[in-house]
């Protein structure tokens, strides 16, 4: 499967995102799809995840009740809706499809697409 995440931009604090995941091949609807940012300088980290149904959703404690992830499998697309958007919140964002192993990690993921930009100003 091949993945493009798209939707970043340019958000003063407290604003919202929606960031879509477009997925191309035959087997996006078997995979769990999850979300990871990269801030410079730090380590890639879990933002959210969306089971295979699309009824199993996951969260990071910081994003938990601001962010919202979803997906539709006959569009083949998964969705991230941020709000109440934070400074700290700017990264680099990613969308990757599970293979094995913990969502929360990013070595339980196979695919990814390239990352789009989110910028917070304050």
């Known amino acids: 499967v091949q993945l493009q995440a798209s939707g970043g931009g340019l958000v003063q604090a407290g604003g919202s995102l929606r960031l879509s995941c477009a997925a191309s091949?035959?087997?996006?609807?078997?995979?769990?799809v999850g979300w990871f940012r990269q801030a410079p300088g730090k380590e890639r980290e879990f933002v959210a995840a969306?089971?295979?149904?699309?009824?199993?959703?996951y969260y990071s404690d910081s994003v938990k009740g601001r962010f919202t992830v979803s997906r539709d499998n006959a569009k083949k697309k998964a969705n991230l809706q941020m709000n109440s958007l934070e400074p700290e919140n700017t990264a680099v964002y990613y969308c990757?499809?599970?293979?094995?192993?913990?969502?929360?990690?990013?070595?339980?993921?196979?695919?990814w697409g390239q990352g789009t930009q989110v910028t917070v100003s304050s």
């Open positions: 969306v089971g295979w149904a699309g009824g199993n959703t």
């Open positions: 091949g035959h087997s996006f609807r078997s995979y769990t």
């Open positions: 990757a499809a599970q293979v094995v192993g913990d969502y929360r990690f990013p070595t339980a993921y196979g695919y």
